[in-house]
Nanobody, 112 residues
Framework: QLQLVESGGGLVQPGGSLRLSCAAS????????IGWFRQAPGKEREGVSC????????NYADSVKGRFTISRDNAKTTVYLQMNSLKPEDTAVYYC?????WGQGTQVTVSS
């Protein structure tokens, strides 16, 4: 049974960085795309970034292009989201998704 567990969230000042991890268990990731999503209070969940099964194709929301980088280590069955130059508007719960399965989310708060 697939289980996705996010980690790495926290409180960071504007301009700071965080690296989120999405660890998958019970599943081989190699051939599956994985996406990062986020949901801010009072807003709908939105796509942030996604990466193809082998990692050769990545996509980003316009709001995070040039600041966030998605990557994966299939040997570790983990997908990462490196977030730099964080802004207050990046504050949200961040989720990873594979197919219909979601993780429980990790809170990112950007505030001075």
């Amino acid at each position: 049974q697939l289980q996705l567990v996010e980690s790495g969230g926290g409180l960071v000042q504007p301009g700071g960085s965080l690296r989120l991890s999405c660890a998958a268990s019970g599943f081989t990731l190699d051939y599956y795309a994985i996406g990062w999503f986020r949901q801010a209070p009072g807003k709908e969940r939105e796509g942030v970034s996604c990466i193809s099964g082998k990692g050769g194709i990545t996509n980003y929301a316009d709001s995070v292009k040039g600041r966030f980088t998605i990557s994966r280590d299939n040997a570790k069955t983990t997908v990462y989201l490196q977030m730099n130059s964080l802004k207050p508007e990046d504050t949200a719960v961040y989720y990873c998704r594979l197919g219909r399965d979601w993780g429980q989310g990790t809170q990112v708060t950007v505030s001075s």
